[in-house]
């Protein structure tokens, strides 16, 4: 046995060696990355970036343990050129359909996403032109009744991804991502025609957004699939005073979004720059209080799936009547007092 052990040291030293090459040779790589410049560097760890996330978990772990770590999920969704891809997805949704065509490629739209065409105010498919009309369909009048008085209703068909109290300052989970409240709503304006309450000296931004003592606030994440009913509707009785545009919120390949009172909202511009924000009052000298939304009423309309996230304030003994995953209809509760 003594022997047969010393004859195996050579071997295992030999082997070990070889185990630790690869690893060796990763830090010294690894190294020579580190003296690239960022771009390069961001360029050359993107592609491992991406095996990451596709992989099985804990593939592309052992990585860790030389240095390297993958670049953020928000820094990789922000490297892919979206919004030229929703408006070049946008423009392919505005091409008028051959008659004959419409129906073989709704009936493969309508197979694949699961649709329901009796709930469609039509139901021929020749009727929808191109992709986009089909997309932004009308339901008929009674398809979706709208629940009592004392709730919050879902403002469109959609699966329930996160719901709850605010906490931390944070939304959580919006495509995967957690948010900071500012980081989402962007900077608290102090200009005169804003319905936000005067800021408390050392309060938090939350605290900025709660306009009456003993509320609190609410948020719930709305995913609508490709074969949801994609118009979105007043949540509640409430009045707009505001409106901020981010142009780089919004989900990849929506070709735009419209809002039926704002005619001034164009969404998927390439004027605007990425990452800014741009805000609109309709509070003016001649409307001292803004747009009057009824419960239930018709808000806007996705060009596509979407995600809708409602953040509201809401009394203490406000209760959410969800499940995480649960689909649901538009006009179903959400919760009430």
């Known amino acids: 046995m003594c022997q047969s052990e010393a004859r195996r040291g050579p071997e295992l030293r030999a082997a070990a060696k070889w185990l630790h090459f690869p690893q060796l040779a990763l830090r ?23 095996l990451y996330y596709l992989l099985p978990f804990g593939a592309l772990r052992p990585l860790s343990r030389v240095g390297w770590r993958p670049v953020s999920r928000v820094a990789l969704y922000k490297s892919v050129p979206t919004r030229l891809l929703s408006r070049a997805w946008g423009r392919l949704n505005q091409v008028e359909l051959p008659h004959w065509l419409r129906r073989p490629v709704y009936s493969l739209y309508i197979w694949t996403f699961g649709v329901n065409m009796k709930e469609a ?5 020749h009727h929808y032109r191109n992709l986009s009309e089909f997309f932004r369909r009308k339901l008929k009048p009674q398809a979706r009744p709208v629940c009592g008085l004392h709730s919050v209703i879902s403002p ?63 948020h719930c994440v709305i995913y609508l699939a490709p074969g949801d009913y994609h118009c979105f509707h007043s949540p509640t009785d409430w009045t707009v005073s505001h409106r901020r545009h981010f142009p780089a919120v919004g989900a990849t390949n929506v070709g735009s979004i419209r809002i039926y009172f704002d005619r001034d909202l164009h969404t998927n511009s390439p004027r605007y720059s990425k990452g800014s924000y ?46 995480a995953g649960q689909k649901i209809r538009f006009g179903e509760a959400l919760g009430s007092l």
């Not at 010294?28 to 970036?49: F, I």
């Not at 105010?121 to 498919?125: I, K, P, S, T």
């Not at 906490?167 to 991502?177: A, F, I, M, R, Y």
């Open 28 to 50: 010294r790589r690894l190294g020579q990355l580190s003296c690239m410049s960022r771009p390069a560097l961001k360029l050359r760890s993107w592609p491992l970036t991406v």
């Open 121 to 125: 105010a039509v139901e021929d498919l």
């Open 156 to 218: 469109s068909d959609g699966k329930i991804l996160n719901f709850g109290q605010v906490k931390n300052c944070e939304v959580e989970q919006v495509k995967g991502v957690t948010y900071s409240l500012e980081s989402f709503l962007g900077p608290r304006t102090s200009t005169d025609d804003l319905s936000f309450p005067p800021a408390p000296p050392c309060g938090s931004f939350r605290n900025q957004l709660v306009t009456r003592e003993g509320n609190e606030l609410y």
């Open 278 to 323: 741009n805000d609109f009052s309709f509070v003016t000298h001649t409307n001292k209080e803004g747009i009057p939304m009824r419960k239930g009423e018709h808000l806007g309309e996705f060009n596509l799936g979407s995600t809708i996230v409602l953040i509201f304030e809401a009394p203490k003994d406000f209760n959410f009547k969800l499940k």
